[in-house]
């Protein structure tokens, strides 16, 4: 977790969006880090433990986010809704962060920080086109949000909650191909064996690190269309 945020090759600074990025993924997070000797090693989930690493580049270090932030109600990781959310509270407000996939939390957003950290009106295309752009490129894509408001003291965190988001920004993140993957697939096709990919990923994200490990697939079924064809 040593390390610089670069922009264009050169270090960037905390910026009110990029900053509210890290913290976002500090918070909605339930992984942590800790160094045994010369090693680092981490607790939960590799996807949440990358987003404590960036943070920790950003000069953001996740026990103090959490002190200053404390978690007053949760909505855990669930298949279904594909995004968890988290309720904080600081000086009496309280804060939502979101962190999941951008199909189910894009449409409960209606504004975006700008660059400078304030809230403009959302550009649901450039945000699209962002995220099929890191798929392209065979990255995992997170979309972060938040919601500050006042929810009285006695706050519960539910689903329908966690709407007029505003976007915070995209994480995208990338889990290299292991070699023994793509010399095992090289093998079962010189055995005239057949190889089909199953994956959590997003499709566009599936089809290139499908390439990547020499599988040359021309469409990805995601489940919802895998579900609706018949048995033949």
Same mark, same amino acid.
């Given at each position: 977790?040593?390390?610089? $945020?670069? %922009?264009?090759?050169?270090?960037?600074?905390?910026?009110?969006?990029?900053?509210?990025?890290?913290?976002?993924?500090?918070?909605?997070?339930?992984?942590?880090?800790?160094? !045994?000797?010369? =090693?680092?090693? $981490?607790?939960?989930?590799?996807?949440?433990?990358?987003?404590?690493?960036?943070?920790?580049?950003?000069?953001?270090?996740?026990?103090?986010?959490?002190?200053?932030?404390?978690?007053?109600? !949760?909505?855990?990781?669930?298949?279904?809704?594909?995004?968890?959310?988290?309720? =904080?509270?600081?000086?009496?407000?309280?804060?939502?962060?979101?962190?999941?996939?951008?199909?189910?939390?894009?449409?409960?957003?209606?504004?975006?920080?700008?660059?400078?950290?304030?809230?403009?009106? $959302?550009?649901?295309?450039?945000?699209?086109?962002?995220? %099929?752009?890191?798929?392209?490129?065979?990255?995992?894509?997170?979309?972060?949000?938040?919601?500050?408001?006042?929810?009285?003291?006695?706050?519960?965190?539910?689903?329908?909650?966690?709407?007029?988001?505003?976007?915070?920004?995209?994480?995208?993140?990338?889990?290299?191909?292991?070699?023994?993957?793509?010399?095992?697939?090289?093998?079962? %096709?010189?055995?005239?064996?057949?190889?089909?990919?199953?994956?959590?990923? =997003?499709?566009?994200?599936?089809?290139?690190?499908?390439?990547?490990?020499?599988?040359?697939?021309? =469409?990805?079924?995601?489940?919802?269309?895998?579900?609706?064809?018949?048995?033949?």
């Amino acid at each position: 977790p040593e390390g610089q $945020i670069r %922009h264009d090759e050169m270090p960037d600074g905390n910026d009110s969006a990029l900053r509210e990025c890290l913290v976002a993924g500090t918070l909605c997070n339930d992984a942590s880090l800790r160094q !045994e000797g010369a =090693h680092w090693k $981490i607790t939960g989930d590799p996807t949440e433990a990358a987003l404590l690493v960036a943070a920790r580049k950003g000069q953001l270090d996740e026990r103090t986010l959490r002190a200053l932030f404390p978690r007053q109600d !949760e909505l855990p990781f669930d298949a279904g809704r594909q995004f968890m959310a988290t309720a =904080h509270r600081n000086d009496g407000e309280c804060v939502i962060y979101a962190k999941g996939a951008l199909e189910r939390l894009l449409p409960r957003c209606d504004m975006q920080l700008s660059t400078t950290g304030q809230p403009v009106p $959302i550009d649901r295309q450039a945000v699209e086109a962002a995220a %099929h752009a890191y798929a392209g490129q065979g990255m995992r894509v997170l979309l972060l949000a938040r919601r500050i408001a006042d929810f009285g003291q006695n706050f519960e965190l539910t689903v329908e909650a966690v709407d007029q988001l505003t976007l915070i920004g995209l994480v995208g993140m990338i889990d290299p191909p292991r070699k023994a993957a793509v010399a095992a697939i090289r093998n079962c %096709h010189s055995a005239g064996i057949r190889v089909k990919m199953i994956t959590g990923d =997003h499709a566009v994200t599936a089809l290139a690190i499908a390439a990547q490990i020499g599988i040359n697939a021309r =469409h990805a079924l995601t489940g919802r269309e895998l579900a609706k064809l018949d048995d033949g």
